[in-house]
């Protein structure tokens, strides 16, 4: 008897300790997802449309009083926006997050500040910042949740 209710709270526990997704970090999407996209979506422009999608969440946000980011952007594409006359290219953020994931160390970054320190390095932010910035986010993607 002992040894059923044994197993029966060994199971019962067991069902609450899931393994983590690695597709998130910090309840985000981040590059091992971005690079899913490639394996397991059928449309042509997934990634293109993910970010769209996402830029206009998070604009909604803002808009709403809902959004405070520490890691964000917000100043950089604002920057970039008065340099260039038309809307900032998300096929070629798209690229750009693409390379930007393809070193292995940056797969733990969320793909909302991926895509800010694309738009940083756009807005032709010096190499010696986009390294620091992108160690916040490495720290801040290995950090535990709060």
């Known amino acids: 008897m002992n040894k059923i209710l044994f197993l029966i709270v060994i199971l019962y ?9 690695k597709r998130y970090t910090h309840n985000a999407e981040n590059g091992f997802m971005w690079q899913d996209f ?3 979506m059928i449309a042509k422009n997934v990634k293109y449309d993910f970010l769209s999608s996402m830029l206009e969440n998070q604009r909604i ?15 950089d594409i604002k920057s970039l926006q008065s340099k260039v006359s038309d809307s900032i290219d ?9 390379f930007f994931y393809s070193g292995k160390d940056n ?3 969320p793909i909302r500040y991926a895509y800010c320190y694309c738009i ?8 010696v910042e986009l390294k620091a910035y992108r160690k916040k986010l490495l720290d801040f ?3 535990d949740l709060e």
């Open 13 to 21: 526990v067991s069902s609450f300790s899931q393994v983590p997704d």
């Open 107 to 109: 797969l733990l970054i």
């Open 38 to 40: 490639e394996k397991r």
């Open 120 to 127: 940083k390095e756009l807005a032709g932010i010096q190499s």
């Open 141 to 143: 993607s290995n950090s």
């Open 90 to 98: 998300l096929y070629r953020i798209v690229e750009m997050i693409d």
């Open 61 to 75: 946000k803002n808009i709403s009083g809902n959004y405070k980011d520490n890691l964000s952007c917000d100043d």
